[in-house]
């Protein structure tokens, strides 16, 4: 399982996305960015939030 704090990148937020991939982790964590914190994620920022995922 991989998990990603929000938090980890730099946002004052508590979710936690889990999923069985990096990919999963990356398009969930992309939607939350842009729902929660109104922020497109871009390749390069993607690139950097991989590094970031656990498991």
């Not at 937020?13 to 889990?18: E, P």
């Not at 990096?22 to 969930?28: D, H, N, R, T």
């Not at 390069?44 to 498991?55: C, L």
Request: contains cysteine; glycine residues 6%.
């Amino acid at each position: 399982m991989k998990t990603l704090k929000c938090s980890d990148v730099g946002f004052d937020c508590a979710a936690v996305v889990t999923a069985e991939t990096v990919e999963e982790v990356l398009a969930q964590a992309a939607a939350h960015a842009q729902e929660v914190h109104g922020v497109a994620v871009t390749a390069e920022m993607a690139a950097e939030i991989a590094k970031k995922i656990a498991g």
